[in-house]
């Protein structure tokens, strides 16, 4: 029985920033942000989002009355979670109107969770045949204004459908994954902005991956040249580039070519969002799907995921014929819509939060359009609807 990805889509904010007005701003060299890191835009996350509104809004694409019922496992998987108690999945099952006999959890382990979900997702229908999973990955990625990693901060929510007959891409039975206590990356619980050790978590993310590179090519006996494709967890997108590096050696000459032009395809969005955490790598999947202009039925693709703290996995899955049919974000007219905002604007945007001594407070959310908003708070519950 084949067992995967149905569908996928996306959600973010309608403001972004872009990455030379920052570097400007910040008195570096543009060529550092747009190539030495690899970004050129990032989003930015107004008060009236956050991962709940950013998971709606992505999983409203991909569930509708033909599959509402039949998804009974919702994994809502973030880094940026807005209750230490209730978990971000059940205010989307009230939002989207999920079905009501469905297990509805959150989890976490930085930006690992979102695959943690996929695979429960997988092992669940396996066990399950007929059922669906839904697997939201949704974060903010804040590190704070003028440090090293404000140029990898960025935001969104990837959700995927899990199902039998997968239209996007059939998961291998093929998993290799390890973790490690290491402080790389964290965010003590009374901290909105994470701690990070900038340069050595991007040596942690290379170690962990060549790690597991090496165990999946020794257990399954796969090569490099089995692969199509590779795509990344992307904190930024030169940090996949530098994991591709680590074994391109491996391949072929005209091989490492392919792979080089199809690594291009698949940070095309990441480059435009910046990071997501948990759904960085979903949404580096999504771009290689859309962007690439030479997949076919059958191959095979490498996924990547790394959580700082540390965990990672290598993975493959097989593609889908109708694979296109399962993307249902139209990415066009997201960065139509979306609307450049000035230094100043971002920052001010940055600094504004919700307050934590109990006050209510309304939000004007009338300059966000997104369908699902943050409304404010009311006897510290947070107000959430569609407008
Ligand atoms: P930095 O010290 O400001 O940058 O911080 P740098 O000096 O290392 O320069 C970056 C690159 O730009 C270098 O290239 C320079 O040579 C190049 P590299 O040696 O890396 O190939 N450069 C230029 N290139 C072209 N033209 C120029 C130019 N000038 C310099 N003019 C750092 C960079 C990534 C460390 C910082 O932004 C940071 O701390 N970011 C946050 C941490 C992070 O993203 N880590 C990634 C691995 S951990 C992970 O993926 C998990 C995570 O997603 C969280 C989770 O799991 O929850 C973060």
Request: hydrophobic share 40%; proline share 2%; with cysteine.
């Amino acid at each position: 029985m084949l067992i995967g990805i149905d569908q996928m889509a996306f959600a973010t904010s309608d403001k972004y920033v872009d990455m030379v007005d920052l570097a400007h701003a910040r008195n570096q060299e543009p060529g550092k942000f747009l190539i030495g890191i690899g970004q050129t835009e990032q989003a930015v996350i107004p008060v009236t989002q956050d991962v709940v509104t950013m998971g709606a809004n992505a999983a409203e694409q991909v569930v509708d009355d033909s599959n509402r019922d039949a998804i009974d496992l919702v994994i809502f998987g973030t880094e940026s979670g807005v209750d230490n108690s209730k978990s971000a999945a059940i205010y989307v099952q009230r939002l989207l109107n999920l079905n009501r006999y469905a297990r509805t959890i959150e989890m976490k382990q930085a930006c690992y969770a979102g695959t943690a979900g996929l695979m429960m997702a997988r092992d669940y229908i396996a066990a399950h045949p007929g059922k669906k999973a839904l697997i939201i990955a949704a974060d903010i990625a804040r590190y704070g204004l003028e440090t090293a990693g404000e140029v990898t901060q960025g935001g969104g929510a990837v959700a995927m459908i899990v199902s039998e007959n997968p239209q996007i891409l059939a998961l291998n039975d093929d998993s290799q994954y390890m973790s490690a206590d290491i402080m790389d990356f964290w965010r003590p619980v009374y901290r909105t902005e994470a701690l990070v050790d900038g340069h050595y978590s991007a040596n942690i993310y290379e170690d962990f991956f060549k790690e597991v590179w090496d165990r999946y090519r020794e257990v399954t006996g796969n090569s490099i040249n089995d692969f199509k494709a590779f795509a990344f967890h992307l904190p930024f997108t030169k940090m996949g580039l530098k994991g591709l590096r680590e074994i391109l050696p491996e391949a072929d000459e005209s091989k490492q070519t392919d792979l080089l032009e199809e690594f291009e395809a698949s940070r095309v969005y990441n480059k435009r969002i910046g990071n997501l955490y948990t759904g960085s790598l979903y949404l580096s999947l999504i771009s290689l799907l859309s962007n690439s202009t030479d997949l076919q039925a059958g191959d095979r693709l490498g996924l990547f995921s790394y959580g700082s703290g540390a965990e990672g996995e290598f993975y493959s899955g097989i593609l889908q014929p109708n694979y296109k049919a399962g993307l249902k974000t139209d990415f066009g007219a997201l960065f139509e819509k979306r609307q450049r905002v000035s230094i100043a604007e971002y920052e001010a945007i940055f600094n504004k939060s919700l307050p934590i001594d109990g006050t209510d407070l309304e939000l004007d959310v009338s300059d966000d359009s997104a369908h699902f908003v943050l409304g404010g708070l009311q006897a510290e519950q947070r107000q959430y609807f569609a407008h």
